[in-house]
């Protein structure tokens, strides 16, 4: 039987289901469980390259600036430095 007829005459849930006969039903299980974690996790890498370009983000704006602040000059590569307090 085709994948089409298979479609239209025994609908099943999910599309993958269609695979179990050649595959077997843990592995498509374990796909399925894969698919739903890939949603959460897919655009981590597109954030933590954005997050990574921040810094150059501030060195390009600090060149633009004047940097003097009172009696002290701030370069553009010190724009980035973050001060934590206790």
Excluded at 52 to 57: H, Y
Excluded at 65 to 86: C, H, S, Y
Aim: glycine share 6%; proline share 6%; aromatic share 12%.
């Amino acid at each position: 039987m085709t994948k089409i007829k298979e479609y239209k005459t025994n609908p099943k849930e999910h599309w993958l289901d269609y695979s179990e006969p050649k595959f077997g039903e843990q592995l498509v299980l374990d796909c399925k469980s894969f698919m739903k974690i890939i949603k959460l996790y897919a655009p981590l890498p597109i954030y933590f390259a954005l997050h990574s370009q921040q810094g150059s983000r501030w060195v390009l704006q600090g060149t633009f600036m004047n940097g003097v602040v009172g009696a002290l000059e701030i370069k553009p590569d010190q724009l980035q430095v973050r001060i934590q307090t206790n």
